[in-house]
């Protein structure tokens, strides 16, 4: 069984605007929900074997707070180009390619691919990941490499705003 939890990078800021899309960092509200997200997935999953993020500074900086929370090495984490400027089919090759060992995958990325992936492989009719947002499923193969052919299963997909309506 392979377990995968889709996630949106939190609430990034556009407050200057001298910086570029790749550049633009977690504003107070993502500072705030990435944590308790992060939370959420080692209280419901512990520790992941694998985060893969796009080196997008929102998504980067989402994707390490996670790690911490959930007990992940930083060192560890996997920064892929693909999830931010690539497309559905991208990822899912960067999956595809992950070891057999791995049980547990968090993909840190941007919408609108992650709502669109989580559609594809989980049969979910999500409208829209929202920022921080986790979608997780499961699959029942033994390799990454049959994640495109296997029917996901919906687990979960939980938000800030709810799990704690202050967000």
Sequence with gaps: MKTLLLMRHA????KNSS?????RPLNRRGRNAAPLMGQHIAAALGTPDAILTSPATRAATTARVVAVEC???LTSIRYEGLVYDGGLEDIVTLLSGLDESIST???VGHNPDLTLLANSLFGANIENVPTAGVVCGTFDCRS???VPATQGRLSYFE???KLDPEQ
């Design 11 to 14: 609430k990034s800021s556009w």
């Design 19 to 23: 910086l570029t899309d790749f550049e």
């Design 71 to 73: 007990g992940f090495q």
């Design 105 to 107: 995958c968090v993909v």
């Design 144 to 146: 990454w490499d049959d």
């Design 159 to 161: 938000y800030p705003k």
